[in-house]
DNA sequence: CGTTTAATTGAAAGCAGTCAAACTATGTGG
DNA sequence: CCACATAGTTTGACTGCTTTCAATTAAACG
C-alpha cells in the first residue's frame, strides 16, 4: 500500500510523519475523492473572509499563508510544500482568517469538506492525525513568531533556511546539492518581517561568511552543523516524528 | 444549568463564544474531574521539551505562552485570560513545543489528559469545540505575526490592547472604565518583539495623542473606534461567534 | 522606612528601511 | 535570432526607528 504510485503519496508520508496510521487508514486516504487541479503561481487558494468549501493538499509545487495590514504591507504567515494540507481549518471553522496563494505552479486535490469530516469520523487514527498536522503548523507559526520578534537578520534568514531545508529532507524532498529556494527576495523579506533590499545584503553577509553557495536560486549549506549554529536551529518544533498517537 | 456558579463558569463561556454546545455537554463539562491550584506569578504550568500529564484551565487571573532564543531573549507567542484553556495542544502531542507561564497569581483546574479525551471522544460537539479552540489560538498568532513583522511600534501596541480589550469583554470582564493591563512593560515589550524602554516611549505616545488615558497598569481608550484605526484592529481573526457548528 | 521592582527619561549608536539606479535573467513577439 | 519588455537582483547613499546604556524617579512590598 505504501509503494503505489499515487499523486497522494507525500500527503499520507506527511500525515506519517507525526502519528501512525493503520494500514486499513492509509488506504482510507487513498480513495479520497477530489478534484486534481493546476494552479499558476500567485492563484489564491483560500481568501480571507469568505467561507471554505473544500480543503486543498499540495501535491506538487509550494505555497504559503498571507495576511496584509491596512496600509497594504504583506506578511507571510506560513509555507507549504508539497504533501503539506493547504486549509485543514476550513473544516471546522467557517470563515478563512488569512490567504492562502500557490507561490509557484502548483498541482493540488480539491477534497470536499465534507469528505474529509466522514473520513474523520469514521477512523480515530485519521483525526488525530488531522489535528496533529494543525498543531504542528501552530507550532511553526510560534517560531516563526519568535524568530521576527527576537532574532536579527542574518540569524532570522538562516532559521528560515534551516526549517526550509528540514521540512523538504523530511519529505524525500531535498537533493544532495541544496535546494532550490522557490521564493523571490521579497517574498523571503514578507516571510521575515524584513525588505527584499535587506534580504539581499544578508544573503550575502551568509555567503560572504562561506555559510552558504548560492547559484541563482540554488542554496547549498557549506556545513549544516555550523548552519544550525548561526539559525540557532532546532527542530523540536516540526514535531517530526514524536507523536507516538 | 448556564446560571450556575461554577469556577468552570468562564471556561463553558469560552467554549461557547464559538460553537454551540447542547445542554448536556454543558452538563459533561462541568461535571470535569480535576485539581484546583493556586499557582504564583511566573510559575511555570508546561515546560517546553517535557511531556504533558494534564491540561489546565485558566479560572482566574493571567497566563502567557513563551519561547526563548539560543541567547535568551524572550518572545511572548501567547497570552491567557481566564476561561482560557492553557495547553489543549498536550492531548494530542507528546512534547511541548513552548513555554506556559502565569503572568499573575492564578487559579487553574488540572484536568488529567484521560478525562478529555475520554469527553472528547464521547461526545463530538466538545471535540469540535476543542479544536475550534485550537485553531483559534492558531490565528491569533498569526495576527501577532502579522503585528510584529509588519506593523510599527505605535500601531503594534495599540493592537494588542485593542486585542486584550476584545477578548476581556467577549467574557465578560471589561469593566466601563477601561481594564488594568495585567503585565510589566518588560512583558508587553517581549510580546511585541519591543524593548520596555521603547514600550514606555510608545504608551506616551498614544496617550500623548489622547487615544488613552492610563493610571498606573489601568488603561482606558478615550475612543473606541478611534483606537481601532490607530491599531489597524479587525477582530474577525478571534473568531468570535461566528461558528455555527 | 528600607528594599526591590517597575517606570521614566536622555543621549548616543546601530540595524534595517527608504529611495534610486544599475544590472541580470527571463520571456515574448517580430 | 534579435529587440524589447518585464521581473528580479544588486548596490550605494542616506534616513530613521528602535535599541542600548545609564541614570533617575516612582511604585510596590515586607
Not at 486535490?109 to 469528505?115: E, I, K, N, Q, T
Not at 519529505?171 to 532550490?180: D, K, S, T, V
Not at 523571503?188 to 525588505?195: E, M, N, P
Not at 549544516?224 to 517530526?240: E, P, Q, V
Request: glycine content about 8%.
Amino acid at each position: 500500500m505504501a509503494d503505489i504510485d499515487s499523486p497522494l503519496n507525500l500527503v499520507v508520508r506527511r500525515l506519517r510523519h507525526q502519528t501512525h496510521l493503520s494500514e486499513e487508514d492509509v488506504g482510507k486516504l487513498y480513495a479520497l475523492p477530489g478534484e486534481y487541479r493546476v494552479l499558476e503561481a500567485g492563484s489564491f487558494i483560500v481568501r480571507e473572509g469568505e467561507p471554505p468549501r473544500h480543503c486543498a493538499f499540495l501535491l506538487s509545487g509550494f505555497a504559503f499563508r498571507q495576511k496584509l495590514t491596512n496600509s497594504g504591507a504583506r506578511q507571510i504567515v506560513g509555507l507549504q510544500i508539497p504533501g503539506d494540507a493547504l486549509d485543514l481549518q476550513s473544516l471546522y471553522l467557517d470563515v478563512a482568517d488569512h490567504n492562502v496563494q500557490a507561490l509557484t505552479r502548483a498541482e493540488i486535490l480539491l477534497v470536499p469538506r465534507s469528505a474529509i469530516q466522514r473520513l474523520a469520523e469514521a477512523s480515530p487514527g485519521i483525526a488525530h492525525a488531522i489535528i496533529v498536522n494543525i498543531l504542528t503548523e501552530a507550532s511553526i507559526t510560534r517560531e516563526w513568531l519568535l524568530n521576527v520578534g527576537r532574532r536579527d537578520a542574518r540569524t532570522r534568514l538562516a532559521h528560515l533556511l534551516c526549517e526550509f531545508a528540514t521540512r523538504m529532507d523530511a519529505q524525500g524532498l531535498a537533493g544532495e546539492g541544496g535546494y532550490e529556494l522557490p521564493m523571490t527576495q521579497e517574498q523571503l523579506g514578507d516571510a521575515l518581517g524584513l525588505t527584499s533590499v535587506h534580504i539581499n545584503r544578508t544573503l550575502k553577509v551568509l555567503e560572504g561568511e562561506g555559510a552558504l553557495v548560492r547559484q541563482g536560486r540554488r542554496i547549498r549549506f557549506t556545513d549544516w552543523k555550523n548552519m544550525r549554529r548561526i539559525a540557532d536551529f532546532s527542530d523540536i518544533y516540526l514535531h517530526i516524528g514524536d507523536q507516538t498517537g
